[in-house]
């Protein structure tokens, strides 16, 4: 995993070198400080050498003013590397979510995937800039503070560094409890910001339903669940930093007992004396250092190790030897199609369907029988788990999925409209589409006029998912979408549901000149819709139970005809 992450260094190689080298500098820098300190203790101002005291005191200045701008230097241009790297990571997981199938985001809800993008990369970036930083110092301080410290008492220094085996032992042990504590941690902040996203998308409902209260207690639930796991985070980060502290402490004065006792037996002079504890205080830094790259590394590395996890979930891929479908007649076959989902819930098995090009299906039924299933496995957001599907006499998988999809327009009962302005949720479909065609996608889909009479018209902003806009508006715009698209495959899941009496009958109309020399699987529960329909099939959860046009079902006297008599008694059918 650590290959991995250094490999997201490569596109910003200039910046990092750059980076690490005004550390090195700044490294430096700091090991010149006790040097000259020693010798202005030891030979300046007891020789009064004020012309030499005076120049090293401007030397030991212009290494602070050269410090201060190397640090602007480290802190910005390493924090610009680190979000760049940061939004390398968002953009590929960006990329990724958008390949994976149906299933996943069936089974992982969209607060969790939006903290693992979003809070996850925020401590990953932290450690792309200051963990090379951090590490790189504190070796360079480290090893110049033993050379230099070697110079003046070797005994005195092995002394000193005796003691750092008991920091790396301290450091190991927390570790894996750090580890495991700030996993759980992003588990928590996830289910948090998940219940937060779903509360705040059904708001609506909630205030319906009167239902204010128990979201807050569903919502203090998860809160109650994260506090607990960031105070069990906090509370190994206080046995880390107190026992790396007291560490540190003990060494001071470990040390400092040590050197006023070569100090006493003469192996030492003052001006050492001095230097050796501003040299041990320099060695106490990196140490700091360190104690400080660990917590971040086991923060960062956990929210990376995440990141891997959306980038290692299994993509959806065009089947080997894959070709484009050009131009679709639209005669589709399901053969001996079934579909289990992952929690082994069987919805079709067996099932046998011909559509012929350019016919209009419609699929009506109980609910439970397959019918928005069967519709999905069609651009194959899923894949049957038996059975093969064909489109113009070809398996739909010898066909790239972009291709298949581009060839098939879908209007679901659950509409979804972008952020942004009706133009953009039109043009969706077709994005250099030119005014013209949008506007007369938006007259065959009887929202034009609506939309002229806004006061910005198609460049109205239609908020959140289309919230200022009601449910048969959202509709008709998803529906102009299609018909912008112009597909020869058409697939109307429940496309009127959300329309009145008077606007259903205009859009009816519409979708039955769209359908028109198209082929077209209309899923419907109100029967006045399909009545027209080539042919209409009954699907149960037992599979096709009858299957004809509306006149010869009705006659049939069975579940179509029960089905039409209970929306429809007492008119003429």
């Not at 979003?118 to 930083?133: K, Y």
């Not at 009506?364 to 064909?390: A, M, N, Q, W």
């Not at 806004?454 to 048969?472: H, K, M, P």
């Not at 979708?511 to 009954?538: E, P, Q």
């Amino acid at each position: 995993m650590i290959k991995r992450f250094i490999g997201y260094y490569k596109p910003h190689r200039k910046l990092f070198y750059f980076d690490m080298f005004c550390a090195l500098i700044v490294a430096v820098c700091d090991l010149f400080y006790p040097m000259i300190t020693r010798n202005i203790i030891q030979d300046y101002v007891p020789n009064r050498q004020l012309r030499l005291m005076i120049v090293w005191v401007l030397v030991l200045l212009g290494l602070y003013i050269l410090k201060a701008l190397l640090n602007y230097i480290i802190q910005y241009y390493g924090h610009v590397m680190g979000v760049r790297m940061q939004a390398d990571m968002r953009r590929e997981v960006f990329d990724h979510l958008q390949k994976l199938p149906f299933s996943y985001f069936d089974q992982n809800k969209t607060g969790v995937v939006m903290s693992r993008i979003v809070n996850d990369l925020m401590d990953v970036t932290e450690l792309a800039h200051h963990g090379p930083e951090d590490l790189f110092i504190s070796l360079i301080m480290l090893i110049g503070s033993f050379a230099i410290l070697c110079t003046i008492n070797v005994p005195l220094t092995v002394i000193a560094f005796a003691l750092l085996p008991v920091a790396v032992y301290i450091v190991a042990k927390l570790r894996r409890r750090m580890n495991a504590a700030f996993r759980e941690t992003r588990i928590k902040t996830g289910e948090v910001n998940a219940e937060l996203e779903n509360s705040i998308s059904g708001i609506r409902v909630a205030k319906a339903f009167t239902g204010e209260k128990n979201e807050r207690r569903k919502f203090e639930r998860r809160n109650r669940e994260f506090v607990t796991a960031r105070s069990e985070a906090f509370r190994v980060m206080g046995q880390f930093s107190a026992s790396t502290g007291f560490f540190t402490d003990v060494l001071n004065v470990v040390v400092l007992i040590a050197a006023a006792c070569f100090l006493f037996a003469g192996k030492i002079t003052t001006g050492d004396f001095v230097a050796y504890l501003l040299y041990v205080s320099m060695f106490l830094n990196p140490i700091k250092r360190l104690i400080s790259f660990v917590e971040q590394f086991q923060q960062g590395a956990t929210g990376f190790k995440r990141f891997v996890e959306i980038m290692e979930e299994p993509i959806e891929q065009d089947s080997p030897g894959a070709k484009p479908l050009q131009s679709a007649q639209g005669q589709i076959d399901f053969r001996g199609v079934g579909f289990t989902y992952d929690d082994d819930t069987e919805v079709l098995s067996g099932l046998d369907l011909h559509i012929g090009a350019g016919q209009t299906v419609a699929l009506v039924g109980p609910s439970g029988g397959g019918k928005t299933t069967l519709c999905h496995l069609l651009p194959r957001f899923y894949d049957p788990t038996e059975g093969t599907i064909e489109i113009d006499c070809q398996d739909i998988r010898s066909y790239t999925l972009h291709s298949l999809r581009q060839n098939i327009g879908i209007v679901q009962q659950d509409v979804f409209l972008f952020t942004g302005t009706i133009r953009d949720n039109i043009a969706y479909a077709k994005p250099d589409a030119t005014d013209e065609e949008i506007y007369q996608a938006a007259r065959r889909a009887n929202i034009h006029d609506f939309i002229m009479g806004l006061d910005d018209g198609y460049d109205t902003y239609i908020g959140e998912r289309g919230a200022r806009l009601s449910g048969g508006q959202k509709q008709r715009i998803s529906i102009a979408r299609v018909f912008l698209k112009d597909p020869p495959i058409l697939i109307l899941d429940e496309a009127t549901s959300a329309l009145d009496n008077e606007t259903e009958r205009l859009i009816q109309e519409a979708l039955n000149d769209l359908s028109h020399g198209r082929t077209t699987l209309v899923v419907a529960h109100r029967l006045s819709t399909i009545k027209n329909a080539d042919s209409i099939v009954v699907l149960t959860p037992q599979g096709i139970a009858e299957t004809g046009s509306h006149r010869q079902l009705v006659a049939a006297g069975g579940l179509y005809a029960r089905l039409w008599q209970s929306q429809f008694i007492g008119l003429d059918s």
